[in-house]
Each structure stands twice: as structure tokens, then as C-alpha cells.
């Protein structure tokens, strides 16, 4: 797991920008966000350190390149300072407005690139030692349409729950989650994640035989423990000659092989015959050891 998050975080500060704005407006949607000091400015908290140097890349990307107008770059506009484990950063709302109006749901590298942004901000990737978990939590109900109206588009249907007032979107199908990695441009990640699974389900099939191997044997010794048992009832008791031939061939037979699984010791026998007659055969052993004892 610790791999993955570290190969998902990496990949995701060196991906290029094609579409900085789309995804510099999915993070500004996605983090909790709040009057700054300074006026006309807002402060913006990250939930990572990594993903403030995404966001200076971003900034740097979308001041190279004019979009509705050219946003200038001034003293103050983006600032980032990391502490607490967190990323903060201050931006002023008249740029803010500028990169996140007008926004529709366009196709295409747009889209994803939006979403990018968006999950960076407020998604999560989970692999607990059982199944796969993909989150993503959005500050507001319409980034949370939008963002699983994208995931529709690429066939994926995410599930969702209310925690402490606000929506939750929840993949938890390792295929739609490779597929939607991949759509965000984060492919390493993706065949990772394939990777672990396919893993993962070779040490699972591989668990599945121990077990079944080692329930087997406990089976069988347990089950030879018992005949042996009855072997020892008929010494202690002199009931051999009360015995068919069959039934004292079958016993005798126990005596000399006590490790021997029913199947073994049926074909051990004078007249080999199946597991099932062994059983049927102890059975009746055991009801005459009864009526006798």
C-alpha cells in the first residue's frame, strides 16, 4: 500500500499541464477555503504538502498562457507556506473568480484534468488487506455532481454516503479504479494497482489450497485418532473373535498404518475398496462396538 501512495503522489507532481486552469479549478474547488487577512484574498488549506507543489506548477503553467484575458501574476496573489503536515496558500479573489467562472462540463482532457484537480484536493485511494477503496469528498454538492457525472462518462458508477454534512463518492471496484486512474493521466499508478491485484489474488488462491490442504490433514488425523481408539477398545475388551474378517482386516490394517487416510487404507486392504466403503465399514464398527461395550 505504502508503494502505491508513494508512486500515486509522485506521478502526480511530474504529470504536465496541458490544461492548467481545469485543473487548478478542481483543486480550488475541492479545498476548504476562507477569508485571508489581506483584503480581497482568500486562504486556501491543503490537505498534503505534495499537492502544494502541484499547485505551484499549475500557477506557473497558467501565467505562461492567456485565458479569457491574461490573469498578471502580482506580489502576493499566490503564496505558499507548509506547516502542520498541511499546505496553505493565499489567492486573491478576483484571480480566483477568474479561474473558476464559467465553469461547465466540457469533454475531453478538460474534463479529467478538472477532475484531477478535484480528486487531488479531496480524494483518497485506500488498500486495506481485503478490497479496494477510492474516495473523493467535495467541499459542495454541485463539484460532487459534476465529478460523478464524469466518472459516468467512462462507465463508472460511483456509490455515495453523507459524512458530517457533505457527500461522499466511493469507487470500490479495482477495475473501475484502474480505469479511472488511468483517465486522470496517472497510468504508472494505474498498471501498479493492477499489478497488486493480480498478486493479491494469486497469495489469496494460494491461502485458499494451504487452508484447504491443512484442513485435509487435521481431518484425517483426527479421524485415524479416533479408529485407532476403537482398535485399542477392541484389545482391551478381547472382542476381536466377535469381529468379521472384514471388519478385523479393516482394524488390523489401522493398527499398522495409523497415518493412512481413509482412501489410503482402502486400498491397503486384501480386497482394495473405496473411501466410502471404509467409512460405511467404520461405521458399522463403531454401532457393534456399542451393542457389545
Known amino acids: 500500500m505504502e508503494k502505491i501512495k508513494i508512486v500515486i503522489w509522485d506521478e502526480f507532481i511530474s504529470l504536465p499541464v496541458p490544461e492548467p486552469r481545469a485543473e487548478l479549478c478542481g483543486f480550488l474547488e475541492a479545498l476548504p477555503k476562507s477569508k485571508a487577512e489581506q483584503p480581497g484574498a482568500l486562504s486556501f488549506s491543503c490537505p498534503r504538502p505534495v499537492v502544494g507543489r502541484r499547485l505551484l506548477k499549475l500557477w506557473k503553467a497558467l501565467n505562461e498562457r492567456p485565458f479569457s484575458g491574461k490573469i498578471e501574476a502580482r506580489s502576493g496573489s499566490f503564496e505558499l507556506d507548509r506547516k502542520l503536515g498541511r499546505a496553505f496558500f493565499v489567492l486573491a479573489e478576483d484571480i480566483f473568480r477568474k479561474i473558476t467562472e464559467d465553469i461547465r462540463s466540457p469533454g475531453g482532457s478538460w474534463r479529467w484534468a478538472w477532475f484531477r484537480g478535484l480528486w487531488g484536493g479531496c480524494g483518497a485511494l485506500y488498500l486495506p488487506q481485503s478490497g479496494y477503496h477510492m474516495t473523493l469528498r467535495p467541499q459542495s454538492e454541485a463539484s460532487g455532481q459534476r465529478a460523478a457525472a464524469t466518472l459516468r462518462s467512462a462507465g463508472i458508477t460511483p456509490g455515495k454516503r453523507v459524512i458530517r454534512g457533505r457527500t461522499e463518492y466511493m469507487l470500490r471496484n479495482q477495475e473501475q479504479i484502474v480505469t479511472c486512474l488511468y483517465k486522470m493521466g496517472l497510468v504508472k499508478s494505474s498498471l501498479l494497482l493492477e499489478e497488486t491485484a493480480i498478486v493479491r489474488s494469486i497469495k489469496n488462491r494460494v491461502n485458499k489450497v494451504i487452508n484447504c490442504d491443512s484442513a485435509n490433514i487435521s481431518k484425517t488425523v483426527n479421524a485415524a485418532a479416533a479408529q485407532l481408539a476403537l482398535v485399542n477398545l477392541i484389545d482391551s475388551e478381547g472382542l476381536w473373535d466377535r469381529l468379521t474378517p472384514v471388519l478385523k482386516?479393516?482394524?488390523?490394517?489401522?493398527?499398522?498404518?495409523?497415518?493412512?487416510?481413509?482412501?489410503?487404507?482402502?486400498?491397503?486392504?486384501?480386497?482394495?475398496?473405496?473411501?466410502?466403503?471404509?467409512?460405511?465399514?467404520?461405521?458399522?464398527?463403531?454401532?457393534?462396538?456399542?451393542?457389545l461395550g
Open 249 to 291: 482386516e479393516l482394524a488390523i490394517t489401522r493398527r499398522l498404518h495409523p497415518s493412512a487416510s481413509l482412501g489410503e487404507l482402502g486400498q491397503m486392504l486384501s480386497k482394495p475398496v473405496s473411501k466410502s466403503t471404509v467409512e460405511y465399514r467404520w461405521r458399522k464398527l463403531k454401532n457393534i462396538l456399542t451393542v
